[in-house]
């Protein structure tokens, strides 16, 4: 691989490829393991970290399919790397194999909804639109000192974040998803840390650090934050969040600082109304339009309000979950007659209201017996923590659904 290098390429330094590398592995192992990734350690590997044998222990197709993943997320294939990943030995190897070909590829990057369905949605971007993003960040947390990451950095979020920001900056990033709360709350004290969470890790957050030290911020994206949980954040001495609005298809959009006050957009996107009920943002600076996954509402050139997803899918935990998907696999599930699930604001997960088909059935056997298929059948984020048994459908006025 001699190509020379081009003027648009990617540049990623190793530390930051390492972190994307392990947090994209330990995904795709977790998911064909069926294990816990807390139970992988991802923490602790290295470049000296062993592919087979006494390292990951990678099977033959597991090597594939983490080398499928590598060169759809780094674009191997338009460099003519991808072969070379199966050569090797450790981690580091994988490394050199992507830094060689980002820097000589297309300069693009492509991420994958956290889609519940099995072939979530790839979504390319120019690396140099991510850097333009990263820029906006940087002058509006120009004061932190250091970076606490509850986020996979292998998600555009993540990577925007954690990589292209904190490379930025030149700050260290510390990956608070393996910390315990005693560590948690110590790894907070330190020279003022901007954490990069979900509104799920800001509620794990509200409830492992009871008291914020006041010169701790906070960025939550990938969901929008309850306005109970920001309230509580702030009584509990969170000096500032910013929730950020964005998805995999667009990267971010708008940003607020106040969950009572309307996003305002990043300076390079207009709004505008694709069509009747559907809104696009165009970038100024090449004109390119991108239709929003949510319905929103203009206030004015740069604000806006956000109203509902048009596809109606939820988020749990950072994941794009569709209720209806789960709906059906429960349906279909021996002694369900009936079910609705929704999504629940208190838990942040779903919960499903099922009537059985034979009334006599104890409900305790039949929810474990669900529970026991949805494990089988269905992600984590997409099983519901709660079932609630009846005979019929609770509806409202309308002939709809209504909440229980």
Known sequence: MTHEHKKDAIVISRSTLLRMLTSLLAAELSSSRQQDIFRLRPDRWTEDTLLLDMGLALDSLERMNCASSINELFHLSEYGAEDYLLAAEKLGDWIDVIDVSIRNGSGRLSFRTSGSTGTPKLCTHRFTDLVEEAEVWADLFRDRGSF?????????????????????????????????????????????????????????????????????????????????????????????????????????????????????????????????????????????????????????????????????????????????????????????????????????????????????EDPFVLEDRLRNSCRESLSTPQTPTSFTFGPKLPLGPLGKVANW
């Open 148 to 360: 606490l990451s509850m986020v996979p950095a292998h998600h555009i979020y993540g990577f925007i974040f954690t990589g292209i920001l904190a490379e930025r900056m030149g700050l260290p990033v510390v990956d608070g998803r393996f910390l315990g709360a005693a560590k948690l709350t110590e790894t907070l004290q330190s020279a003022d840390p901007l954490v990069i969470a979900a509104p799920s890790h800001w509620q794990y957050l509200a409830r492992s650090v009871l008291t914020f030290p006041d010169n701790v911020v906070g960025v939550s994206s990938s969901a929008q934050m309850p306005a109970q949980l920001a309230t509580r954040l702030k009584a509990q001495g969170l000096n500032k969040l910013v929730e950020v609005y964005g998805s995999s298809e667009t990267a971010g959009v708008g940003y607020r600082s106040d969950h009572r006050e309307p996003y305002q957009t990043l300076p390079y996107w207009m709004l505008r109304e694709a069509s009747p009920g559907n809104h696009a943002i165009r970038r100024t600076r090449t004109g390119e339009a991108i239709e929003l996954m949510d319905c929103i509402e203009i206030l004015a050139d740069h604000y806006f309000h956000l109203t509902a997803r048009k596809d109606g899918a939820v988020q749990v935990g950072g994941n794009n979950v569709f209720p209806s998907q789960t709906e059906a696999v429960l349906r279909a599930m021996p002694g369900v007659a009936d079910c609705h699930v929704r999504f629940c604001e208190q838990s942040r997960r779903l919960k499903a209201y099922v009537i059985p088909a034979d009334e006599s």
